[in-house]
């Protein structure tokens, strides 16, 4: 495979319309759009998307934010950590990587990843070394996370800490 890379995608009007072909198009996109047309971001504002080209079109594509630790429920220590969210690789450029090297991006990190994973995608998240956490009714609100540790982080015990 030619030498792909990860860039942090532009707040721009060409990027919302190429989101538009993702599955996982929604809310956040909007929001995006709406902001745009506002004219309350530019095309240098922080973006939270990344995502890989193929030639001239966006072929797979990430939402990464960090999250401090003073809202973390699911790392020992807590700690700041990324979220992960809207990982697609679009139907054609699937099985080609692409999905792996944006994972593998995030983890670049070294910090903890927490994602909720679409129906069908666990087997992809259990090879990139996601695990299910324990799951607190409270705290998932229906979710079903999983997580990515790096060295000398554990999950959270939930118990210990409801009784400590």
Known sequence: MENISV????????????????KEYGVQELSMLEDLQSNMIE????????GIY?????VARMSLYRVSKKYD????????????????????????????????FA?????PIKTNPRINSHGFW????????????????????LIWLPEG????????KKQG
């Open 153 to 160: 982080v554990e999950e959270q015990n939930t118990k210990s």
């Open 43 to 50: 095309n240098d504002s922080e973006s939270p998307f990344y």
């Open 73 to 104: 429920q699911y790392f020992e220590p807590p700690q700041d950590y990324l979220e992960l969210w809207k990982l697609e690789v679009m139907y054609d450029y699937r099985g080609k990587g692409f999905g792996k090297k944006l994972v593998d």
């Open 126 to 145: 259990e090879k990139m070394g996601f695990q299910k956490v324990h799951y607190d009714m409270e705290r998932d609100l229906g979710e079903n996370p």
């Open 7 to 22: 860039e942090r995608l532009l707040i721009n009007y060409k990027t919302l319309e190429e989101f538009k072909r993702f």
């Open 54 to 58: 193929y030639g001239s079109s966006l």
């Open 107 to 111: 983890k670049e990190y070294s910090l």
